[in-house]
């Protein structure tokens, strides 16, 4: 469906278009929000979240920027506040992304068969899977606009265009700060490669 | 151009976003430093392990979570508009409806009765009614 007729269909507060917007954008939404949050329920709980204040501020949207772009911009909004809402009631103190949380994740299933796929000696399964782990553990423990910018450019692929729009910074600023983030995490995964 | 401007520029340099004479500056400190280069190559590596983390899948029934919700927190209202347009007339429509066909039915049959039945007594009737 084109977005525009997505959009007006939503602004009709249409079901169908409804279970097709979540559809299209929930897992991006929930893998940014558990990127960012670090623990499974939080995420959930969040993106759900995100997904009703679309829907409650559809009637707002202009189309200005493509639909994802806006859903994007609530999503961080909205891990913004949680974030600061965690670090007031200190839950946030626990280690993100425990051995519990990948288990959920399917970190053990589905996931991991395409690592297998691409590496195929055993000992090159393991360095990768601990690569990964580490790589899960330190972005976590990167700053939260750092993580940001990782997680929208390096992890989900989008485009400065989009991320400066969603973060409403500089696309130059998107760029060094992103830079930074990569520097950090490479010099912090020296060890694993 | 010293390492760290070389470093400083990796992000840009990979994405081809230097002008050409310092993305040729960049390659030819690359050309002479194996300390860079042994940097760059870490600096890929995290890249591409970043483009092949596996996605988490979305948990499950999270459409009719979300939408669940929504419902609860509008105490069902939420998607009024949809059942205020179509929904509701729809029952006051076919109450009409049936109201309409019974009308019709009863007429039908008070019509059917007069044929298979002598004439009625409407005809006094009806010239009582001038009067
Ligand atoms: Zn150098």
């Not at chain 1, 079901?15 to 893998?31: C, H, L, S, W």
């Not at chain 2, 990796?10 to 230097?18: A, K, N, R, T």
């Not at chain 2, 919700?69 to 059942?83: D, H, L, V, W």
Request: hydrophobic share 40%.
């Amino acid at each position: 469906m084109r977005e525009s007729r997505l959009v007006s269909r939503l602004q009709e507060r249409d079901e169908a278009a409804f279970r097709e917007m979540v559809r299209t954008y929930g897992q991006r939404v929930y893998n940014l929000v558990f990127r960012m949050l670090g623990n499974r329920e939080e995420a959930e709980d969040l993106a759900q979240e995100v997904f009703v204040t679309v829907f409650k501020s559809i009637d707002g949207f202009r189309g200005d920027s493509k639909l994802s772009t806006w859903i994007y911009r609530i999503a961080v909004n909205h891990c913004k506040n949680r974030h600061k809402y965690l670090a007031r009631r200190m839950v946030h103190a626990r280690a993100p992304l425990d051995a519990a949380d990948r288990d959920a994740a399917g970190r053990d299933g589905g996931p991991t068969m395409a690592l297998q796929a691409q590496i195929s000696q055993p000992d090159k399964l393991l360095e990768g899977l601990q690569l990964e782990e580490a790589l899960q553990r330190e972005i976590a423990a990167l700053d939260e606009e750092q993580r940001l910018l990782i997680v929208l450019r390096d992890v989900q692929g989008l485009s400065y265009q989009e991320i400066a729009s969603i973060t409403a910074l500089p696309e130059g600023t998107v760029k060094s700060r992103l830079h930074r983030a990569r520097m950090t995490l490479k010099d912090r995964l020296q060890k694993f490669m | 151009m010293d390492h760290e401007a070389v470093q400083e520029r990796f992000s840009d340099y990979l994405e081809s976003e230097l002008p050409p004479e310092e993305q040729a500056e960049v390659a030819a400190h690359l050309e002479s430093c194996e300390a860079c280069r042994n940097e760059l190559l870490a600096f890929r590596q995290t890249l591409r392990s970043l483009a092949q983390l596996p996605p988490i899948p979305a948990p499950e029934g999270f459409v009719g979570k979300v939408q669940q919700r929504i419902n609860k927190r509008s105490r069902g209202r939420f998607f009024r508009a949809e059942r205020l347009f179509f929904r509701v007339p729809f029952e006051w429509i076919s109450f009409v409806i049936i109201i309409l066909m019974l009308a019709l039915y009863i007429l039908l049959m008070q019509e059917v009765r007069p044929l298979a039945t002598p004439p009625p007594k409407k005809a006094p009737v009806e010239k009582k009614l001038p009067r």
